[in-house]
């Protein structure tokens, strides 16, 4: 059973092994979706530009619907996985971002996500494992197939993070699904809002070019167990009346039908309810 935990409470071989296991699936392992384009890190970009309609759009969308938390879910334990496989060590877990940025709350450092980008280089990242000057992380995704090919990111110039408050007035909102207040439209939009602030790739349909993204969705899952702790008489999921059952059996979509699958497993929103299903929990 895989362990998740803040990335605060890692250790500093902790980190190093996640950003090594980052290193080697971005170098050295080859791409399912575009071999010779781009690596298996990459294929996890592709598909997320893919859900947000661009590239090979996706169909359903899982953004914007009831579908966004299970969707996530899967792209996410799949990246875990994906890095447990590249680095052959099984103790890798993906560590969440609490949206703070308070003392050892902060994941920009040198020695993990890196630093803001450099305003006199187009917001590029300098500092950190992910800087342009390392060679060991390029852009090979974009939205529209050019741009640089270093990470970007522009802190803080989207607005602000969401506070312990936002957060904890969003986990009394019941059901999952009721436009615009329920759980999980409250929740997509204080996502929303992370991306913007991060700003750089983050704010783009290819935003797991940063790999924060990875911490800040992982959050989200967290954010997800907590609701269901918080209201433990409603439905994990909820959709619009009427489609519950055939919504539930339905199957999550990650490529089209026309272009190679990203891995040979296949889920159905109902398998990915439960965490424990999937082999992982939280360090509560």
Not at 134 to 154: A, H, I, K
Not at 160 to 172: K, V
Not at 203 to 217: I, K, M, R
Request: charged fraction near 20%; glycine fraction near 6%; include cysteine.
């Amino acid at each position: 059973m895989d362990i998740r935990r803040n990335h605060r409470d890692l250790t500093r071989q902790q980190k190093q092994a996640f950003i090594s296991a980052i290193y080697r699936l971005k170098n050295d392992v080859p791409s399912i979706l575009r071999p010779g384009l781009q690596s298996r890190y990459d294929d996890f970009v592709q598909i997320h530009k893919n859900s947000m309609g661009l590239g090979s759009p996706l169909n359903p969308n899982p953004h914007r619907s009831p579908l966004f938390f299970p969707w996530h879910r899967i792209l996410i334990r799949q990246f875990e996985r994906a890095l447990q496989a590249a680095s052959r060590d099984s103790s890798i877990t993906l560590p969440y971002w609490n949206w703070s940025m308070s003392g050892a709350n902060d994941p920009f450092t040198d020695d993990f996500m890196g630093r803001d980008g450099d305003p006199l280089q187009n917001q590029r990242v300098t500092f950190g494992p992910f800087a342009f000057e390392s060679r060991l992380f390029t852009v090979n995704v974009l939205d529209n197939d050019q741009g640089d090919s270093g990470l970007l990111r522009n802190l803080g110039g989207g607005g602000a993070l969401p506070s312990t408050e936002d957060i904890e007035a969003a986990l009394d909102r019941t059901p999952y699904w009721s436009v615009p207040d329920g759980w999980e439209n409250i929740a997509e939009t204080m996502h929303n809002g992370v991306h913007a602030w991060v700003g750089g790739n983050m704010g783009t349909a290819s935003s797991p070019n940063d790999p924060v993204f990875f911490l800040h969705h992982c959050h989200l899952d967290y954010l997800w167990e907590r609701w269901k702790r918080a209201n433990p008489l409603e439905p994990s999921i909820s959709f619009e009346p009427d489609t519950a059952e055939q919504m539930l059996a339905s199957r999550l979509i990650f490529h089209p039908d026309n272009e190679p699958a990203p891995w040979t497993d296949n889920w159905t929103v109902r398998e990915a309810l439960d965490p424990l299903r999937l082999d992982y929990t939280y360090a509560w």
